[in-house]
C-alpha cells in the first residue's frame, strides 16, 4: 500500500467511499465505520483508512449521512460573546470533553441577543445537530418552543432554574449575589454597591442578590446602585465607581457584577489613592485567573466554568449513546473566595 500512497489522483470527478476502501485494503463497510465510529476499528485499519482518504482527497458526505440517519456528528454550541473569558473557559471545557470522539462542534454567537439566538438555533437545528448546548435559560418563546420540538439533547448551560428545555446545569446567580453580600455584611461594611454593565438576565439575578440581601439587613438605598447597558470592561468598572462615589461617597465596599468591573474599580481606587480595603472593600464576580494576581488580591465569587462545559458536552453524547443521566438538573454551585480586597474592617 506505500507504493499506492505516492500516487496523484488526476481524475476530476468526485472520489467514492469505494475507491478509499480499495486503496486502504479494507471492505466498504469497514471505511464507511471508519467515518462514523472511528474507535470501532483497530489503529492499523484507522491509519490506513485515514491516509487512503487524504490521499484521494475523499470528503464524506455528511448531508447524505444526515438524510440517512436523521442526525449529523456535530453539536452546536450557542453562547453570547467569543471575547469575554468567561465563555472561553467553558468552550474551551467543550472541546476538550470531545477531543478523541466522533463529534464535531459547530459554534455560534448570539451576542447576547435573544432574536439572534431564534435565528441562529434554527440555522442550527436545519442541519439536524447531534445535540445542542446552549447558554442561559431565558430564551423567548419562540426558541423554546423550537427547542422542545426537535429530538436532539439540549444541555442549558451557566444557571439552573426550575423549567429545564432537557437538561441544565449551572448555578443559581441569586443566591451567589446573595452570597456576596452576606459575605461583606459579616466583614463589617454597611454602605454596599452595586455596580453592573449589560445587565443581561444573569446579571439581573445577582443583582437581585444584593438587593435582596441589603432589604433583609434594612440597608437599601438606590444611591448605592449604579448600571449601564454598555458592554463590561475595566474601563467601565472604573467610570462606574467615579459615578458611585459622586451619588454616594460614603460608599465603603462595592460588589461588581464580574471581575473586568472589579479590576476597574481597583484601578480607580488605585489612582484617586483610595485605600483598598480600609476605604473601600471589592467582590467581583467569576474569579478570572487575575483576581489573585492584583495587588492587593481582589475577592471574587468562582463559578465552576469549565466543569460546566465539560459535564454539558458529556451528557449530550451520553444521551446520544442512549445513557440519560439520572439528574436532568446539576447544580454545581459557587464559593466567595475571599482575598485582601475584603478583609474585614478595622475597628
Same mark, same amino acid.
Given at each position: ?10 481524475k476530476?470527478e ?10 486502504? =485494503?479494507?471492505? @466498504? /463497510?469497514?471505511?464507511?465505520?471508519? $467515518?462514523?465510529?472511528?474507535? %470501532?476499528?483497530?489503529? #492499523? ?23 440517512a ?9 450557542l ?11 467553558v ?31 434554527r ?5 439536524k445537530?447531534?445535540g ?7 430564551q423567548?418563546?419562540?426558541s ?14 451557566m444557571e439552573? =432554574?426550575?423549567? @429545564? /428545555?432537557?437538561?441544565?446545569?449551572? $448555578?443559581?446567580?441569586?443566591? %451567589?449575589?446573595?452570597a #456576596?453580600?452576606?459575605h461583606?455584611?459579616?466583614?463589617g ?13 444573569r ?5 437581585e ?6 432589604k ?39 460588589f461588581?457584577?464580574?471581575d ?5 474599580v ?8 483610595i485605600?483598598?480595603p480600609?476605604q473601600?472593600?471589592?467582590?467581583g464576580?467569576n474569579?478570572?485567573?487575575?483576581m489573585?494576581s ?9 463559578t ?5 462545559g465539560?459535564? %454539558? ?7 446520544i449513546?442512549?445513557?440519560r ?22 475597628p
Amino acid at each position: 500500500m506505500s507504493a499506492m500512497m505516492g500516487r496523484k489522483r488526476t481524475k476530476p470527478e468526485k472520489v467514492r467511499l469505494a475507491e478509499v476502501a480499495s486503496l486502504a =485494503g479494507v471492505s @466498504p /463497510i469497514t471505511a464507511s465505520r471508519f $467515518f462514523r465510529t472511528p474507535e %470501532a476499528l483497530s489503529i #492499523a485499519k484507522r491509519v490506513r483508512v485515514e491516509s487512503a482518504a487524504k490521499e484521494l482527497g475523499y470528503v464524506p458526505n455528511l448531508a447524505a449521512r444526515a438524510l440517512a440517519s436523521q442526525r449529523t456528528e456535530v453539536i452546536g454550541v450557542l453562547i453570547p460573546s467569543l471575547t469575554n473569558n468567561v465563555f472561553s473557559d467553558v468552550l474551551r471545557a467543550v472541546y476538550d470533553a470531545l477531543d478523541g470522539s466522533r463529534y464535531s462542534i459547530q459554534l455560534a454567537n448570539t451576542r447576547y441577543s435573544m432574536l439572534q439566538e431564534e435565528k441562529l438555533l434554527r440555522l442550527l437545528l436545519a442541519q439536524k445537530p447531534a445535540g445542542l448546548i446552549v447558554t442561559g435559560i431565558d430564551q423567548t418563546a419562540e426558541s423554546r418552543s423550537i427547542m422542545e420540538s426537535v429530538d436532539c439533547p439540549i444541555v442549558q448551560i451557566m444557571e439552573i =432554574g426550575p423549567n @429545564p /428545555i432537557d437538561m441544565m446545569i449551572g $448555578f443559581s446567580h441569586y443566591q %451567589a449575589g446573595c452570597a #456576596a453580600i452576606s459575605h461583606l455584611l459579616a466583614q463589617g461594611f454597611s454602605r454596599i454597591g452595586f455596580l453592573g454593565a449589560r445587565m443581561d438576565p444573569r446579571v439581573q439575578r445577582r443583582f437581585e442578590g444584593y438587593q435582596a440581601i441589603m432589604k433583609q439587613a434594612a440597608l437599601t438605598d438606590p444611591r448605592l446602585v449604579v448600571t449601564t447597558s454598555l458592554p463590561s470592561s475595566v474601563t467601565t468598572g472604573g467610570a462606574l465607581l467615579g459615578d458611585l462615589l459622586m451619588r454616594a461617597p460614603e460608599v465603603d465596599a462595592v460588589f461588581c457584577a464580574n471581575d473586568d468591573l472589579a479590576l476597574g474599580v481597583l484601578f480607580e481606587c488605585q489612582r484617586r489613592r483610595i485605600s483598598v480595603p480600609d476605604q473601600i472593600a471589592i467582590v467581583g464576580f467569576n474569579d478570572l485567573e487575575f483576581m489573585a494576581s492584583t495587588v492587593p488580591t481582589l475577592t471574587s465569587v468562582r463559578t465552576n466554568r469549565y466543569e460546566m462545559g465539560r459535564n %454539558a458536552a458529556l451528557m449530550v453524547v451520553d444521551c446520544i449513546e442512549g445513557r440519560r443521566p439520572q439528574q436532568k438538573v446539576v447544580d454545581l454551585g459557587f464559593n466567595v473566595m475571599e482575598r485582601q480586597s475584603s478583609l474585614p474592617r478595622r475597628p
